[in-house]
């Protein structure tokens, strides 16, 4: 069966940087879109980031472009978001999905979800 698994998730002041990992099985990686949504606690699910199936193409929402970058490497079957200058209001538990052939902003199009990384950012 598909599974994604989310790792790297951690505490870190206002300021720092992490990178989380999304590791895939049970898919053929490389034909799939793959985003990063997050989920604090009263609030809905939002998108914050996609990739295309060929690594070429990327989609941020504008609360973390220029702070957020994600990538792929499709021989490792992994995603990658590498998260710098955080802010109290990142924190979340992040979720990465994954789409056959495309990427949304909605998460209603995705497939597949991993367990999720809790992310907290101190002030």
């Known amino acids: 069966q598909v599974q994604l698994d989310e790792s790297g998730g951690g505490l870190v002041q206002a300021g720092g940087s992490l990178r989380l990992s999304c590791a895939a099985s049970g898919l053929i990686f490389s034909n799939y879109g793959l985003a990063w949504f997050r989920q604090a606690p009263g609030k809905e699910r939002e998108f914050v980031a996609a990739?295309?199936?060929?690594?070429?193409?990327?989609d941020y929402a504008d609360s973390v472009k220029g702070r957020f970058t994600t990538s792929r490497d499709n021989a490792k079957n992994t995603v990658y978001l590498q998260m710098n200058s955080l802010k109290p209001e990142d924190t979340a538990v992040y979720y990465c999905?994954?789409?056959?052939?495309?990427?949304?902003?909605?998460?209603?199009?995705?497939?597949?979800w991993g367990q999720g990384t809790q992310v907290t950012v101190s002030s």
């Open positions: 999905a994954a789409r056959y052939r495309r990427t949304s902003t909605s998460p209603q199009f995705y497939s597949y």
């Open positions: 990739i295309n199936p060929s690594g070429d193409s990327t």
